[in-house]
């Protein structure tokens, strides 16, 4: 069973562009949650989705930043005109959802870097 | 709101000793998960250990092991006979059971260093 995937694992993009970062639950599983790590600092809860819907997304950016998780295909985490300060980890987690104890699993992150 | 505070940016251990890494967490709630990860220089978040609010019993894993103290909201990770590859960051994390949303809310970090 493959694990939780990102891609690309390395994303350059230069100031005013657009990132397409994208996430593939494990099998089995319809819970998603993207985290920012910035340099030196701890992952940073930015938004929780399942298929189709936006359960919380407190701490998502007002401005430049969606989410969606389609009924087919991967979890796209979408920053438009990225700018520097946007320079960080992005990693997805998946679980099979439910109310009972439900372990997240960290995909391998993106790293964004903005020149 | 929930929040997680490590207060050790870094610690290091000799190898084959005992090193412990403080976590303490402020919540208002009754049930919840409490967790620590690993993340080494590859960067993946590897899970550690698990701890329910509602067991009392510390969980272990192998030579990892937790000091869970509810009433102080402590949550404290031993790491018995270190080896070379446990040195990374480590991370605390909290996991709220109910409101809908079980989203990680995350420590900043320690960085453990072993020491040959």
């Known amino acids: 069973n493959a694990g939780v995937m990102q891609n690309p694992r390395h994303l350059v993009r230069r100031r005013g562009q657009e990132a397409r970062l994208r996430c593939s639950p494990m099998k089995g599983h319809s819970h998603v949650y993207w985290y920012r790590q910035l340099p030196e600092e701890g992952l940073k809860f930015m938004v929780y989705l399942q298929k189709e819907n936006i359960i919380d997304e407190s701490g998502m950016p007002k401005e430049r930043f969606s989410a969606e998780f389609p009924k087919e295909g991967p979890s796209i985490l979408r920053i438009q005109q990225v700018v520097r300060g946007d320079s960080a980890a992005y990693f997805c987690?998946?679980?099979?959802?439910?109310?009972?104890?439900?372990?997240?699993?960290f995909g391998p992150g993106t790293r964004l870097t903005v020149l | 709101a929930q929040t997680v505070t490590q207060s050790q940016p870094e610690m290091s251990v000799q190898e084959a000793e005992t090193v412990t890494l403080s976590c303490t967490y402020d919540t208002s709630e009754s049930d919840y998960y409490l967790f620590w990860y690993k993340q080494p220089p590859s960067r993946q978040m590897i899970l550690v250990i698990r701890?329910?609010?509602?067991?009392?019993q510390n969980a272990t894993e192998n030579r990892f092991s937790v000091n869970f103290q509810k009433a102080a909201k402590s949550f404290s990770l031993k790491i018995s006979d270190s080896q070379l590859g446990d040195a990374a960051m480590y991370f605390c994390a909290y996991r709220t059971q109910g409101s809908g949303t079980y989203k990680y809310i995350f420590g900043t970090g320690t960085r453990l260093k072993v020491l040959a």
């Open positions: 701890q329910e609010a509602y067991k009392q």
């Open positions: 987690a998946s679980s099979p959802g439910g109310s009972d104890y439900n372990e997240q699993f």
